[in-house]
């Protein structure tokens, strides 16, 4: 029993990894331009497809393909916010909410068109593939490196805003973009940062969840990107830490749900996350570290 | 210095800036005063970049032999870096950011990294407080060091204009005292400021020359001590009777 529940931990802690990394993003971009950006779980799927794009082509080095797929993800985000969102600034909250279901629409029926609906096995190099037992608890490397990756980035992220110029611009700019502008920051590029460091972690989520689950498809984002929005929720939206706490909370939960209970009812999985979320709203409606946040732009 | 030539400006489709005109010579206060709504905060937004003007020119001249620019389309973040700070009202400190961060993006866009930590002494030394204060968060300061630490981070940019809206706004007296008492300190050392103020008294007297705003317009100009014995100003502003 103690073995199962350490391998249930472990599997806690791989997927909220995976949540965190989408959360992050999910949390920025809302924290400066208070946009639900409902394509962020797209992000994922891309990411997804380039790891498999760049696995299939050849020989290129594991670490490589973490910074490509990094890179690549930055890129969509740029792009993306480029030419869908930086038009609707200063529009009202539900126009860039909308904005952004059409960027997911697009996104995912590209996704489709380029590459059809049916589901891709997800390759994944042997030497990640290796499983190793620690105690009760086994583990591919994969598994150990999603955890690791994904600790790593965050531990960057963290650092990056707390103590650089950068991160001190940006979290001025979270706070009051007006009074941002007026010491001179520019906020263009601030806003951009944000959707390529967000979109960055949500590509490399994409690998991870490749790697994990084994098969992908063009339409693989939207429950990322779903948890994201719970785990960005529960944290306090806005809130970087609190998106991290919010996706592994999210992770444990989900697994110890599905774990505990009898079969039958693991399929209700989903449904009992957002029980989850709306108690932690009732009782912290800014979330467990959100603070109260006017409305931006 | 600076020049504000029959500037119109909108919010959104509200017409609030009717032809606004006015002036500030190099080393003066100017204090600007009228009722709520007269249109005071939209002005130095349309000089500070932050609104823009449907029609006039704002003119700039940083230091009496420096040669004059049109910054009527000029972008806040150029602005700045020309030595225009607008302080704006309500005591906007970044309460995520701690105390010395404040300061320290009060100067983002200077890369003299001695000068800054000069200009960090001498905003100490002005606002001891804040020296002292500098690991604390911003949001935790009370009211009056707020309004301290706007200051000094307006400061930071080194300006040779600062705009000022409402200082006293929500302070005790006492407190309103000093701040007033500051600002004359550093216009002696050089800053020129523009002064918008609902607290006319003080400001009319500290000023050197000053307007009167009513409904987007400039109805009165004068010098401090004139404005202040002007019946209607006494009548509209200094609750004569
Ligand atoms: N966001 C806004 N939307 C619509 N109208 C606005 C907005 N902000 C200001 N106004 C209008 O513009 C006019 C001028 O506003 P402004 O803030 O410049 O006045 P003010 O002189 O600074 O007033 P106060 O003394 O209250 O600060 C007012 O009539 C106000 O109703
Ligand atoms: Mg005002």
């Known amino acids: ?297 | 210095m600076l020049e504000v030539r029959d500037s119109h400006a909108y919010i959104g489709q509200t017409y609030v800036l009717k032809g606004v005109s006015l002036e500030v010579r190099h080393r003066e206060i100017v204090a600007l005063i009228g009722a709520n709504g007269a249109g005071k905060t939209t002005t130095l937004s349309t000089i500070s970049g932050l609104t823009r003007s449907r029609r006039g020119k704002i003119l700039f001249r940083p230091d009496p032999d420096a040669t004059q620019r049109d910054i009527t389309r000029v972008p806040a973040e150029e602005i700045v870096s020309m030595g225009i700070s607008h302080c704006p009202e309500g005591r906007q400190v970044f309460s995520d950011l701690n105390v010395w961060e404040n300061l320290l993006i009060g100067a983002y866009l200077r890369k003299d990294k001695q000068a800054i930590q000069s200009d960090l002494q001498w905003v100490c030394e002005l606002f001891p407080i804040l020296g002292d204060r500098r690991r604390q968060s911003a949001g935790s300061l009370s009211g009056g060091e707020q309004m301290m630490l706007v200051i000094g981070r307006a400061l930071m940019s080194r300006p040779r204009l600062l705009l000022l809206d409402e200082p006293s706004l929500g302070l005790a007296p006492i407190l309103v005292e000093v701040i007033f008492e500051m600002l004359e300190q550093i216009n002696a050392q050089g800053t020129t400021i523009l002064l918008v103020e609902q607290n006319a008294r003080m400001a009319l007297e500290l000023a050197q020359r000053a307007y009167v705003m009513e409904t987007g317009r400039v109805t009165l100009s004068g010098t401090g001590r004139e404005l202040a014995e002007n019946e209607e100003v006494r009548k509209a502003y200094l609750g004569a009777t």
């Open chain 1, 1 to 297: 029993m103690v073995g199962y529940i350490a391998q249930q931990l472990v599997n806690g802690l791989i997927l909220g990894s995976m949540y965190a990394l989408v959360a992050i993003g999910f949390t920025m971009i809302y924290g400066i331009i208070r946009l639900i950006n409902f394509a962020h779980g797209d992000i994922v799927m891309i990411g997804a497809f380039v790891t498999l794009g760049l696995v299939i082509s050849g020989q290129i080095p594991f670490p490589v393909i973490i910074i490509l797929v990094i890179l690549a993800g930055a890129l969509m985000g740029i792009i993306i916010e480029r030419a869908a969102f930086r038009p609707m600034r200063g529009a009202p909250q539900v126009t860039g909410f909308i904005t952004s279901l059409a960027v997911s629409i697009l996104l995912q029926n590209l996704g489709i068109l380029l590459l059809t609906a049916q589901p891709r096995n997800f390759f994944c190099p042997d030497y990640l593939q290796t499983v190793f037992n620690l105690g009760s608890v086994s583990l591919r490397t994969i598994d150990l490196a999603i955890v690791v990756i994904a600790v790593v980035l965050m531990v960057f992220l963290v650092l990056l805003v707390r103590f650089t110029r950068l991160g001190m611009a940006m979290r001025a700019t979270a706070e009051n973009l007006k009074v941002a502008l007026l010491m001179g920051i520019n906020i263009n590029r601030i806003i951009m940062l944000a959707f390529a460091i967000g979109s960055g972690l949500a590509g490399v989520a994409g690998m991870m969840w490749g790697a994990r689950y084994g098969q992908i498809d063009p339409l693989l984002g939207f429950v990322p990107g779903l948890k994201a929005f719970v785990a960005a929720v529960i944290g306090g939206v806005g809130s970087i830490p609190g998106a991290m706490l919010g996706g592994y909370l999210l992770g444990f939960a989900e697994v110890l749900f599905v774990g505990l209970l009898p079969p039958i009812y693991s399929s209700y999985r989903d449904a009992f996350v957002f029980i989850i979320l709306i108690l932690i709203l009732l009782v912290l409606p800014t979330g467990l570290l959100g603070r109260k946040m006017e409305e931006g732009v």
